[in-house]
């Protein structure tokens, strides 16, 4: 079964702090991982879409990492800011009929001024 | 650009009642999904669409049902609510299986 598993289930960090969040998934038959981020009663935003034969993606701040071999995902966020407060979602896309997006529950991000 | 949007964004029913939710999207994308979202649970599949006049199930398509008429809209049903039913509804898009996924801003039903 194709399960996508984000650990901890929530992060507290100093300003200014840089740090990593985990993402890994199950079936290496990954097409693509998308990062998003979801803010307290609103929709999801894409942040970072990479590629299965991509290793990196950069926006800004913001890091992605891929390793198919070994599952894994991480995004790392440079120089927090209280205003990276949020929830972060990773999702996995996988081939056959539906295309479906598998998602872990997130990490709760807490950055304190 | 409006990307992906959803109509209504809260709605409160009475067991029993029916609804609709709607989705629109203007990026001409392929796929379409309903998602929905509970604490704990995280998203779940409802029902996905790959073109135009298709539908299928997903991973909790129990008392739902949806229609793609139209290539830019996929629609949400409840016949009858249920307060299991309460919960955030998600759509979101996107062109292929390889390429970025785009979301509504969620819809926020309750069932009483």
């Known amino acids: 079964k194709q399960e996508v598993t984000q650990i901890p289930a929530a992060l507290s960090v100093p300003e200014g702090e840089n740090l990593v969040l985990n993402c890994s998934f199950t079936d290496s038959a990954i097409y693509n991982l998308q990062w998003f981020r979801q803010d307290p009663g609103k929709g999801l935003t894409s942040l970072l879409l990479i590629q299965s034969s991509q290793r990196e993606q950069t926006s800004g701040r913001l890091n992605a990492s891929l390793d198919k071999s070994s599952g894994r995902s991480t995004l790392y966020i440079a120089a927090s800011q209280p205003g990276d407060s949020a929830t972060y979602l990773c999702a996995g896309s996988y081939g056959g009929s539906q295309g479906n997006l598998i998602f872990g529950k997130g990490t709760k991000l807490s950055v304190k001024p | 650009n409006a990307g992906v949007t959803q109509t209504p964004k809260f709605r409160v029913l009475k067991t029993g009642q029916s609804m609709t939710l709607l989705c629109a999207q203007d990026m001409n994308h392929e796929y379409m999904y309903w998602y929905r979202q509970d604490p704990g649970m995280g998203l779940r599949l409802i029902h996905y669409?790959?073109?135009?006049?298709?539908?299928a199930k997903g991973e909790v398509p129990d008392g739902y049902n949806v229609s793609r008429l139209k290539k830019q809209n996929f629609l949400l049903g409840l016949e009858s609510a249920a307060p299991s039913q309460t919960s955030v509804y998600f759509c979101?898009?996107?062109?292929?299986?390889?390429?970025?996924?785009?979301f509504g801003q969620g819809t926020r039903l309750t069932v009483v």
């Open positions: 669409s790959v073109g135009e006049g298709t539908t």
């Open positions: 979101a898009s996107r062109s292929t299986v390889r390429t970025e996924a785009f």
